[in-house]
């Protein structure tokens, strides 16, 4: 998981591509449990966004793990 990736010569942590693909993955779920109505039923959404957020990158960094 140490390294970087290179955009057009623009060398960044890798963390950072994953950051964002977790952010675009993040959006989808929320709209999909907003539009199921759960969102409702969480006591502070804000935080399980934060929580959901940290869990949707932690799968990301797994398999991306595993497929090097």
Request: charge should be positive.
């Amino acid at each position: 998981m140490i390294g970087e990736a290179s955009f057009y010569g623009l060398y960044l942590p890798w963390l950072l591509p994953l950051a964002l693909l977790a952010l675009l993955v993040l959006m989808g779920v929320q709209r999909m449990l907003a539009a199921m109505g759960l969102y409702r039923r969480i006591w502070h959404p804000a935080l399980f966004d934060i929580a959901l957020y940290v869990v949707v990158l932690w799968c990301l960094t797994r398999l991306s793990a595993l497929l090097q």
